[in-house]
């Protein structure tokens, strides 16, 4: 078996997110401070010499089980997946004639708002240069990045930064502690257009995010707490209303300013220490629907900083328990 390159994809969280004015180009105008999480995807890629692009998709983590399996949403293997639009976009502007086989790990639940989509597509431009062996630095490949998702670009910085435009000027900020945070997910997903459409822009807002930033940096989660918002929350709440009382369910359980991340429907809690990150993250699990589970998703995770994206040479053993279709492009 030849050797595979390994590659985390990170999932992100927004301790804020203004909207700020639609674009002419029908996009909306963003400020919003973006860090990693230790919740992460897992990128598998080998060369392959006859340019075909496979991504073959399966579940570890919560996803793998049965409440989890909800959050996995179909993740597609076809031109719709940005790992597969990513991997050929970059095959055919570098003039490549090989291709890769790709199979994706999923821990980061679909349709939350957590970027999971936007990071393994980051992932596959990085482990597919390598593999290609092209000489392309990262700020080419997150150009390239930021024509298949707005989130893309930010993923080659991985550190804590504010995003601006659409998501392609991304400034990184230094001093965001490392803090503990509970990630939570309904089992209802969200649509981001119907979100950003149904979301009134503020340009009042614009600046906020380097003060969170500093608050962070200077006082930790109290002084910062008041500052963290986000403009998409109002009218997730009012498209789902599992967002609503998962929101809810998250103050009940002890979280400090809960908020929605992106445009949903996960929701996040930062906590002072991982013990009362912990303990929320418990008293959210318990938590029953008819019998099932309120949330099938909850995480406890840290800030992953700096820099959380990481690809490394390594043998990779086939897997004989693949759960989603794979595809020859």
Request: net charge negative; with cysteine; glycine share 8%.
């Given at each position: 078996m030849a050797a595979a390159l390994v590659i985390r994809a990170p999932a992100k969280l927004n301790l804020s997110l203004a909207v700020l004015a639609r674009r002419p180009d029908g996009f909306h105008e963003i400020e919003s401070l973006m860090v990693p999480v230790t919740l992460h995807d897992t990128l598998r890629v080998r060369r392959r010499d006859d340019g075909a692009v496979t991504l073959a998709v399966r579940y570890a983590g919560r996803l793998a089980g049965a409440d989890g399996r909800a959050l996995a949403r179909d993740v597609p293997v076809d031109d719709s997946n940005l790992v597969v639009k990513a991997a050929r976009a970059l095959r055919d502007r570098a003039g490549v004639t090989a291709g890769l086989d790709i199979e994706l790990v999923k821990e980061i639940p679909s349709g939350a708002g957590l970027g999971g989509g936007s990071s393994d597509a980051a992932a596959v431009l990085l482990a597919a240069a390598r593999a290609?062996?092209?000489?392309?630095?990262?700020?080419?490949?997150?150009?390239?990045?930021?024509?298949?998702?707005?989130?893309?670009?930010?993923?080659?910085?991985?550190?804590?930064?504010?995003?601006r435009g659409r998501g392609e000027c991304v400034t990184p900020v230094v001093g965001v502690p490392p803090l503990a945070a509970v990630i939570a997910c309904p089992a209802t997903g969200l649509s981001t257009?119907?979100?950003?459409?149904?979301?009134?822009?503020?340009?009042?807002?614009?600046?906020?995010?380097?003060?969170?930033?500093?608050?962070?940096?200077?006082?930790?989660?109290?002084?910062?707490?008041?500052l963290m918002h986000n403009a998409l929350e109002a009218p997730a709440r009012r498209l789902c209303g599992d967002v609503d009382r998962l929101l809810t369910a998250l103050a009940r359980a002890g979280a400090v300013a809960p908020r929605l991340t992106g445009s949903g429907s996960a929701c996040f809690a930062l906590c002072r220490t991982a013990a009362e990150a912990r303990g929320i993250a418990a008293r959210l699990a318990a938590e029953r629907f008819a019998g099932g589970a309120a949330w099938p998703g909850v995480f406890t995770v840290r800030l992953s900083l700096p820099g959380a994206a990481?690809?490394?040479?390594?043998?990779?053993?086939?897997?004989?328990?693949l759960e989603s279709r794979a595809v020859v492009g």
């Open positions: 290609w062996g092209l000489d392309w630095s990262r700020d080419d490949l997150a150009a390239l990045g930021a024509g298949i998702g707005s989130d893309v670009p930010w993923f080659f910085t991985a550190a804590a930064a504010v995003v257009a119907a979100v950003y459409a149904a979301c009134t822009p503020d340009a009042t807002r614009r600046g906020e995010a380097e003060q969170l930033a500093a608050a962070l940096a200077a006082g930790g989660l109290p002084a910062a707490a008041p990481v690809c490394r040479d390594a043998l990779v053993e086939e897997s004989s328990s």
